[in-house]
């Protein structure tokens, strides 16, 4: 894909995308207070009071108008290779928006997912290799929708902190760009736009936030940065693509495996909602809410830049500081659940001294009023 950047500097269609986003969110937030279209809550959110949840629809708009634009007036030689992107994009984001209207059934939310999948996958977007392993078309084809559907729903399944999955969202976009200006992928461009819109809906989502994102925010979030990084690239790149994207995923991802196995244990249903995500059992070790996202902020920051920093090391060295950020990854969420464990622990311990301290102070009253009306004096 080559794109003739004789019109407009790049940073114009980035500003675009950032106005856009900023300018529309009041608009939004006036309009879901006007209808009620405030996010309630559930088993899983920890916020309170009447947000409205219709921010995704900023991010969607900003990114497409921009993007277009790029487009549009720039000369793509090869316009076709985006637009199942674009279209893909455009399905799970309306679906999504639907289900935040309407609440649609789970099973009717896969099958729109699988469809906007099999729009990018059959046009050849997929992970063509692992490491020096170049996979057969079935492996491919398998991985590359599991992982699209799997991305999509983590950063669905993250979003229950203030500013949590647009932050997560935003570093990972960036870094892409970032990799893809190294690699001379011109796609880098709408990677920055992309990150732009975010931005201007982050403004409204830090703590304490004003405006959330929904599922068709988070949703459609998940399925660009699916798809973003499998645009063919050069050696060093595509050689650690798929950890490459392990890493800068992690925290939705792993979090979400954890989710699917914690339920499958307990034997309930995959989709419930329930208050066990990373961010719930950092609340519940004592983090305030701004001191869990920063922490997280920080950690994701740091694996951006390991990737970053992987890229220069070259293929067989930036790999083993790939597979160390990911053994960091999983550390920390051990150390996460263990912890989280041991308070839960306690608490029901001290739940329990609470319980019956009432019921042993009961029972040692009860031989002294017997006692005292056995007395002499009270005879």
Known sequence: MRYNFDNMPQSLYIALAGILSIVSMPVIIKIC???????????????????????????????????????????????????PIMIAGTIVFTFALLDDLLTLPALAK????????????????RFKQIFSWF??????????????????????????????????????????????????????????????????FLCFNWPPAKLFMGDAGSQFLGFMISVFPLFSSDNVFEFNKFLIMIVITAFPVFDTIAAIWRRIRDKKPIMSPDRSHLHHKLLNMGYSKKSAL????????????SV???????????????????AFVTLFF??????????????????????GAPEASNQAESPDSSNTSDSPATK
């Not at 469809?115 to 050849?124: K, Q, R």
Request: charged share 10%.
């Open 308 to 326: 970053i920093i992987s890229y220069f090391l070259g293929a067989k060295r930036g790999m083993a500081l790939l597979i160390e950020s990911t």
């Open 294 to 305: 920063y922490l997280l902020c920080f950690l994701q920051i740091l694996l951006c830049g």
């Open 110 to 125: 896969l099958i729109v997912q699988l469809i906007a999948v099999s729009v990018v996958v059959f046009n050849g977007f």
């Open 135 to 200: 996979l057969p078309t079935p492996v491919s084809l398998i991985l590359t929708f599991c992982w699209i559907l799997g991305v999509i729903n983590a950063y669905n399944l993250i979003d229950g902190l203030d500013g949590l999955c647009g932050s997560f969202s935003i570093s990972t976009i960036c870094t892409l760009g970032i990799l893809y200006t190294f690699t001379g992928n011109p796609e880098s461009i709408l990677c920055f736009i992309l990150a732009a819109s975010i931005f201007g």
């Open 33 to 83: 207070k006007k209808f009620s279209l405030y996010d309630y809550q559930n088993a899983r959110k920890i916020h309170s009071g009447n947000i409205p949840r219709l921010g995704g629809v900023g991010i969607f708009l900003a990114f497409i108008i921009a993007a277009v634009a790029f487009i549009g007036i720039n000369k793509v030689d090869n316009f076709n290779k985006i637009l």
């Open 334 to 355: 051990s150390f996460v659940h263990y912890t989280n464990r041991a308070v839960i622990l306690k608490q029901q311990k001290e739940a329990e001294e609470a319980a």
